[in-house]
C-alpha cells in the first residue's frame, strides 16, 4: 500500500484557506436567509389577504395592526399578572397573619 498525499478527492487542486472556507460559509448562510426570508414574507402575505391586508402592497398598515394586536395582547397579560401578584400578596398577608398567631 502506498500513501497519498493530502490532496486526495481534491484532484490536485489546492485546499481552499480558512479565509476561503468562512467566506464560502458566510456566502452560504446569507443565500439561505435571503431565501427564508423571501418565503417566509410570501407566506405572511398569503395568510393576510383573506383579511384585505398585504405586507408587500401596504407595509405601514400591517405593521399598525400587528402592533396593535401585539399592544392589546401585552395589556391583557399585564391585567392578568397583576392580579396574580395581588392575589400572592395577600396569601403572604394571610401567612403573617399565622406566624403572629403561633407567636401570641
Known amino acids: ?44 402575505d398569503e395568510w393576510l389577504k383573506p383579511v384585505g391586508l398585504s405586507l408587500k402592497e401596504k407595509p405601514g398598515t400591517v ?8 399592544f392589546a395582547a401585552g395589556a391583557l397579560w399585564m391585567l392578568r399578572s397583576s392580579r396574580q401578584q395581588s392575589q400572592t400578596a395577600a396569601w403572604m398577608s394571610e401567612l403573617s397573619n399565622y406566624a403572629r398567631r403561633f407567636r401570641e
Request: charged share 15%; glycine share 12%; hydrophobic share 35%.
Open 1 to 44: 500500500m502506498t500513501h497519498q498525499s493530502g490532496t486526495y478527492g481534491n484532484q490536485g487542486k489546492p485546499e481552499p484557506t480558512l479565509t476561503e472556507q468562512v467566506a464560502q460559509g458566510a456566502t452560504t448562510a446569507v443565500n439561505k436567509t435571503t431565501e427564508f426570508a423571501s418565503e417566509a414574507l410570501d407566506q405572511a
Open 63 to 70: 405593521l399598525a395592526v400587528v402592533g396593535g394586536l401585539a
